[in-house]
């Protein structure tokens, strides 16, 4: 088992930001493909974005290309989702996930899961 706990969802006005972090509680997590989901009532969890292992690929949905962006601190077990230009579509409850198959848009590639975190933007 990998423990992921996120922290930073919140509540912010459209074209606001937020900063999400995820930690690994317990066991590493620098050898893992990261990547963050989202998801709404009703509809399936959706790839947001993705980082390797060693951050030197990045990967993000063309709905937040530009406006999010992944990153990771090994030497802290951390991987972080810096949240800017929000919009009201961006609200959903956000999971962190650890994974290690290249297929990193799949929610089937982690096999490790957050809690999850819950972000609201209004308009």
């Known amino acids: 088992q990998v423990p992921l706990v996120e922290s930073g969802g919140g509540s912010v006005q459209a074209g606001g930001s937020l900063r999400l972090s995820c930690a690994g509680s317990g066991r590493t997590i620098n050898i893992f493909l990261m990547g963050w989901f989202r998801q709404v009532p009703g509809k399936e969890r959706e790839f947001v974005a993705a980082i390797t292992w060693s951050g030197s690929n990045t990967y993000y949905a063309d709905s937040v290309q530009g406006r999010f962006t992944i ?53």
């Open 71 to 123: 990153s990771r601190d090994n030497a802290e077990n951390t991987v972080t989702l810096q949240m800017n230009s929000l919009k009201p579509e961006d609200t959903a409850v956000y999971y962190c996930a650890a994974g290690r198959t290249p297929t990193y848009y799949r929610a089937t590639t982690y096999n490790y899961w957050g809690q999850g975190t819950q972000v609201t933007v209004s308009s």
